[in-house]
C-alpha cells in the first residue's frame, strides 16, 4: 500500500475512475485539485511530474486552448510549457501523482501497476482520454 498524492481536476470522469481504482488496490490517497495549485510559485515541482517525457505529453490534448488550436503542444519550449501551464492549469495532462518523493503524469495502467500494483483490478479502458471528447467526436457528422 501507498500514500498516493492525487492531482486532479474536479468532476473529471477519468479522475474519478483512477482514484476508485488506486483505492480498490489499497492505496491512501491525498487529493488535491490541480487547478486550485500554487504551480507559480514552484515551477520547478511542476516540471518535475514531467520526468524525460517529451513537452508535447506534458499536455491534456482536450483543453480548450489546445482543442482550439492557441496552444500547439508540438513547437514550445519546456519553459514556455511551464508558463503556459502555471497560468492555465487546465493545459496540464492529469492525473499528477506522487508517491515518497516519486512524480508521474498521466494516467498509463501498465506503468502505475508497475510502479504501485494494480493488476488484478486494472480495467481494460482508457482512463486518460476525456470520455466526453470521445462522445463528442463520435456524434460529428
Known sequence: MAT???Y???GCLNNTRQKQL???AGHLLVVYDLLQ????REPGKLRSFFGDMPVADWFNRSAPAVKQGLVDPNTVSED???ALMVAQPLLIRRPLMEVNEQRVCGFD???VDAWLGLAALASQKDLETCPKQSRAEACKP
Do not use: D, N, R, T
Open 4 to 6: 498516493v498524492h492525487f
Open 8 to 10: 486532479e481536476k474536479p
Open 22 to 24: 488506486l483505492s480498490a
Open 37 to 40: 495549485q500554487p504551480w507559480g
Open 80 to 82: 514556455e510549457a511551464i
Open 109 to 111: 495502467q501498465q506503468q
